[in-house]
């Protein structure tokens, strides 16, 4: 009987492929696995960093005190509201309520009327300026008697050798030249007792100015500064009165500067009075005159002559006329002694 020994099976084909299979499924799932554990790590790494940087708390909102809280939510943002927040709001309606009932009770309130033309003009201003200077009543007028009467503004009437003007501002401008002397003085003498008449009967809220000329004009200043007209004051009539006393005749005469002074200080009235009807003004300043009275100041004229007058109508005249004013003739030789 022989023996055979045991016959070692070749493994099966079959048996062995599923092992196969199955060590390839565990090692691809480990390695799944792995790339898994090492992207959760890489996410959760990232995060904390983003969660470090941010900060804690509503950033954007500002801080509030403590009290109750109103949310607006609006689209894409929230307001947010405290009792302070109510309160401001609640003022500031009333405010606009307030301002608007005061603009109405304005709108119903009737207009007053102005008070420009309850006032004396102030206009004046000082020889050889451009300007006017204002002159106001001083304190000193003002205490005299009990304050400005309530004919404030208005004017009135007063004359030059028969010669009237009205208004309320009023300039004399009167020649001075050495032939006023002459007569043993009487020319000069009537005409500076004309001026004082005519000036005293001019009311305190009148204004006047004084000018005397010969180759330059001299302008009544009490005050320092420039000369401007003044308020009819009792004060300023006795300064007034002493300042045509001290007049003496001097010189020649240049009558175009003298009579500008006198209308820059934009009066009403101008007595211009002269017995010099030479050197006679030309064509050109006639037209230089009629440019400066802008305002359209009455300008009366006062001729002082030797006998009885010549014929013709002189610059004089035409001076009157075109600045509507009236003219006179006056001859010195009728003149009596002045008292």
């Not at 904390?48 to 941010?54: A, K, T």
């Not at 606009?96 to 004046?124: I, K, N």
């Not at 005519?198 to 809220?205: E, I, P, V």
């Amino acid at each position: 009987m022989s023996t055979q020994p045991p016959t070692t099976e070749a493994p099966d084909a079959r048996t062995s492929e599923p092992n196969r299979e199955g060590r390839g499924a565990r090692q691809r799932h480990r390695s799944a696995w792995a790339m898994s554990m090492a992207a959760h790590i890489v996410l959760f790494v990232v995060l904390g960093l983003l969660v470090r940087h941010v900060p804690q708390g509503a950033a954007d909102e500002p801080g509030r005190t403590a009290g109750i809280v109103l949310a607006q939510v609006s689209n894409n943002s929230t307001n947010y509201y405290s009792e302070a927040d109510s309160v401001v709001e609640a003022e500031t309606t009333e405010s606009a309520a307030a301002a608007a009932a005061s603009a109405m009770s304005q709108a119903q309130r009737p207009s007053l009327p102005s008070l420009d033309g309850l006032l004396p003009s102030v206009q004046g201003g000082a020889a050889g300026s451009t300007t006017g200077a204002g002159s106001l009543p001083d304190a000193t007028s003002l205490l005299e008697g009990s304050g400005l009467p309530g004919d404030i503004g208005q004017g009135t009437t007063t004359q030059v050798f028969g010669v009237q003007g009205s208004g309320s501002r009023f300039v004399y401008v009167f020649d001075r030249s050495s032939s006023m002397d002459d007569f043993a003085g009487r020319p000069l003498q009537v005409a500076k007792q004309e001026m004082v008449n005519s000036l005293f009967s001019l009311r305190r809220t009148n204004e006047f100015q004084i000018v005397f000329y010969n180759e330059r004009p001299t302008i009544f200043n009490p005050n320092a500064g420039p000369a401007t007209l003044l308020f009819a004051t009792d004060i300023h009539k006795e300064e007034a009165g002493r300042f045509i006393n001290s007049i003496r005749a001097r010189g020649g005469t240049q009558h175009l500067e003298a009579i500008e002074a006198a209308l820059r200080m934009n009066p009403d009235v101008i007595f211009f009075l002269t017995d010099a009807a030479e050197p006679q003004l030309t064509a050109e300043e006639l037209q230089l005159i009629d440019r400066w009275n802008r305002t359209a100041t009455t300008i009366n004229t006062i001729e002082f002559g030797i006998g009885p007058k010549r014929g013709g109508i002189n610059w004089l005249e035409l001076v009157a006329r075109q600045n509507n004013g009236q003219y006179v003739y006056k001859d010195v030789t009728e003149f009596r002694d002045a008292p």
